[in-house]
């Protein structure tokens, strides 16, 4: 079992990341730029439960929670359009198991819906 401890990236913004990985086109950039947009979906999304729906604070937190996720849709559908090319078909649900093999090829696994960079 894995439990994210502490959150990933906390100095780093959406423009931050997407800065970084912008000159950066190799598929392990885009697995590297996915688990961290992913990670920070959602660490950030269960900021959403801790203020009353609907006021000032979780608007702003809604609004956090989806600029995180339109970055990691934006690398995860780019990951998709690579493993289409390659003939693979895209399902409607379960698409983690999909991704689980192109991660696994840049050194990360799925630990209960967090992305584990492994030691090599």
Known sequence: MFVMTT???????????KDYFADKHTEKDLADA????????????????????????????CAVTDEWGALMDEYKNRIFEILTNEG?????????KILEPFMAKFGYINGNGWWIKQET
Not at 45 to 60: F, L, Q, R, T, V
């Open 34 to 61: 996915y688990a961290i947009a992913h990670n920070k979906f959602f660490w950030v999304e269960d900021n959403e439960y801790d203020y009353e729906e609907g006021s000032p604070e979780h608007k702003a937190a």
């Open 7 to 17: 959150e990933p990236i906390p100095y780093m913004s959406v423009a931050d990341v």
């Open 88 to 96: 693979v078909t895209i399902p409607e649900t379960t698409q983690i």
